[in-house]
Nanobody, 124 residues
């Protein structure tokens, strides 16, 4: 069993920045790759970014490349998503998730534990 708790969401103006955190407990954190997904109203949950177990490899969806940075601190059992140059279309509930897999990290089906989500709202 793994528990994930996201924090750091809020409301920010377009062009602003936010950093989300995902605190994990229950399974050895360093044995899991982690991902961030988001879901806007009326849309499916979509992949945002993922990071390998060691943090040496990162993956991003095209729409956030150059604006978002995923990282992790295995000593603190925490992953982060630094978001800058935020756009109105980034508005969504953001979820972190963990997976035992090391490939296919953009697929929701690869993840077996999810957090409850944190709202990010970008205003124009």
């Amino acid at each position: 069993q793994v528990q994930l708790v996201e924090s750091g969401g809020g409301t920010v103006q377009a062009g602003g920045s936010l950093t989300l955190s995902c605190a994990a407990s229950g399974r050895t954190f360093s044995s899991s790759a982690m991902g961030w997904f988001r879901q806007a109203p009326g849309k499916e949950r979509e992949f945002v970014a993922a990071i390998s177990r060691s943090g040496s490899s990162t993956y991003y969806t095209d729409s956030v490349k150059g604006r978002f940075t995923i990282s992790r601190d295995n000593a603190k059992n925490t992953a982060y998503l630094q978001m800058s140059s935020l756009k109105v279309e980034d508005t969504a509930v953001y979820y972190c998730a963990v997976t035992k897999y090391i490939s296919g990290l953009a697929s929701r089906q690869r993840y077996d534990y999810w957090g409850q989500g944190t709202q990010v709202t970008v205003s124009s």
